[in-house]
RNA sequence: GGCGACAUAGCCAAGAGGCAAGGCAGAGGACUGCAAAUCCUUUAUCCCCGGUUCAAAUCCGGGUGUCGCCUCCA
């Protein structure tokens, strides 16, 4: 059974879908009106790999991540750049397409737009009005928490003491001081909709709850994003939502730790917003994803260039082993196992019950990558000690990376095939062989530096010489 | 002020009553022409003080420290 955290509950629940063997996820998406950063691309790798591994898992899971194509933020950005706020959108769309693939994180199965369904958050607003939980004020629509009797059970807040925490000015016409837009009267310049209560454009909770319900139904098996969101995205969701339609949101709130920079929350007044787009220039995506997978998703990780070196050089492990697995594959035959060779695939079949077990429990993929590595050295010793190795030993192995990978995509993707050298390098390494043969070590490391020199590593083995494409940094 | 999270080796990081996973770095060894890769060995008063228990990193109480939310921040 599939066990996750939920926000709401504060406790691991068990997943139980709406639907039988369906699982509807929502995720809150980039607001585009620039690249996204690093802490955004947790948000989006963990629910590409959750789901992934719910796909795994035998679950038809429909995967939903929305893009926030018209709010404040846009119409300031737009304006400073002298486009149009649907230009903008579609500009940053296209680059979250790009950097996003770059990351080898999967397309959700709908990218829906706020400017794209502006009929169904009409629709909500009216349902909102009809039950006398909204209210107009002065061509603005507000949400009046009053009239939703459990608000703050998400973020465990009340209401009489969020007001009085609150920093921001209130606004002495509203009903309840945190009471708010669902839709906002449109100024001059800006993009607006027409809607029974005038020209205007919705504000940013509304489009969540009309888009996540347009696509998954009225109640969401998962719906989360950054810690950050909890309060008050996730709230007035709730909110808007269940007030709505009487029914339950989301059974699973899930929420993800934050991603720091050395030590720091990232953010624009301390300069070290560090963007997706920058940072695969210098750095291999598929060490990202190893780095933010070897801690737990709820975990607050701190990012620096020691920590992903760190996590580079533990990739490097894996990903050697799997060269070493794919060549050795070709070369040896199939027969009968000996004891040890029963032992290694039984311990095989035990990793694979063992990873299991641990990703149900919340996701946990940190250990799903332990179990990786404790396969990895049982498998090293029997590609060590074993002068002669079989087929069908390494081949199931190879097959287990194969299978994790298409959920964690860290491995695999980022082989490069070591078949397709090109002839000067193949003729380099033909001649260090003979260097070494007739003991020139001279000549025979000097090749060996130059091939370094183009990030070919050659290792020297019993089985004769090996070469891989370095896949660190770049 | 309200709500919350976190504290485990030099570093990263799991574990949530029963001998403290895994990785990186370091040290020693094996293998190697030298390397690389790999293997073996080695590295922990689980922030502090109490309590519950046969047994606590884990549960309870109290501290200390770090961080977050309460601003349309992922």
């Excluded at 963990?46 to 929305?66: C, M, S």
């Excluded at 594959?329 to 079949?349: A, H, I, S, T």
Aim: charge should be negative.
């Amino acid at each position: 059974m599939i066990r996750l955290y939920n926000t709401l509950s504060r406790k691991k629940d068990p997943l139980q879908p709406v639907q039988e063997g369906k699982i509807g996820i929502y995720a809150c998406g980039p607001t585009v009106y620039d690249y996204f950063h690093i802490g955004n691309a947790r948000v989006f790798l963990v629910f590409d790999v959750l789901r992934r591994y719910l796909q795994y898992r035998g679950f038809e899971v429909t995967f939903v991540q929305n893009f926030t194509d018209v709010d404040d933020k846009m119409i300031r950005r737009a304006a400073e750049q002298g486009v149009s706020v649907s230009e903008l959108a579609d500009r940053f769309i296209q680059a979250y397409e790009e950097d996003t693939k770059a990351l080898g994180i999967w397309p959700a199965d709908h990218h829906p737009r706020a400017t794209e369904h502006i009929p169904q958050i009409i629709a909500l607003i009216e349902k909102l009005m009809e039950k006398g939980l909204a209210y107009e004020l002065d061509g603005d629509i507000y949400y009046h928490i009053d009239s939703f009797a459990s608000y703050g059970k998400l973020s465990y807040q009340n209401l009489d003491e969020l007001s009085l925490g609150a920093r921001v000015e209130i606004d002495e016409r509203k009903r309840h001081p945190m009471d708010f837009a669902v839709w906002k009267k449109a100024k001059p310049g800006e993009p607006s909709w027409e809607s029974p209560w005038g020209r205007g454009r919705p504000g940013w909770h509304i489009e969540c709850s009309a888009m996540s319900m347009a696509y998954l139904g009225d109640t969401l098996d998962i719906h989360g994003g950054g810690q950050d969101l909890i309060f008050p995205h996730h709230e007035n969701e709730i909110a808007q939502s269940e007030g709505a339609t009487g029914k339950p949101f989301a059974r699973h709130w899930l929420h993800l730790g934050y991603l720091n920079i050395d030590e720091e929350k990232m953010s624009k007044s301390l300069g070290n917003v560090l963007t997706v787009r920058k940072l695969v220039k210098e750095v291999d995506p598929m060490i990202l994803r190893y780095f933010m997978l070897s801690s737990h998703y709820r975990s607050p990780i701190n990012f620096s260039r020691e920590h992903l070196d760190q996590a580079g050089r533990a990739l490097e492990r894996l990903t050697t082993l799997l060269y070493k697995l794919q060549e050795r594959l070709e070369k040896v035959p199939e027969g009968d196992l000996r004891d040890e060779e029963q032992e290694l695939l039984d311990f095989l079949g035990a990793s694979r019950e063992r990873f299991i077990e641990v990703m149900d429990d919340d996701f946990n993929t940190a250990e799903g990558i332990a179990v990786l590595f404790e396969l990895a050295r049982k498998t090293n010793v029997y590609l060590d000690r074993f002068a002669e190795q079989k087929r069908n030993v390494l081949q199931p192995i190879l097959a287990f990376y194969q299978e994790v990978d298409k959920i964690f995509g860290f491995l695999t993707e980022g082989l490069e095939t070591v078949s397709d050298l090109d002839q000067e390098i193949e003729e380099l390494i033909n001649t260090r062989e003979k260097a070494r043969r007739e003991k020139n070590w001279e000549l025979a490391d000097a090749i060996r530096d130059q091939l370094r020199e183009k990030n070919i590593l050659l290792e020297d083995t019993p089985q004769g010489v090996r070469w891989k494409v370095y896949g660190g940094e770049k």
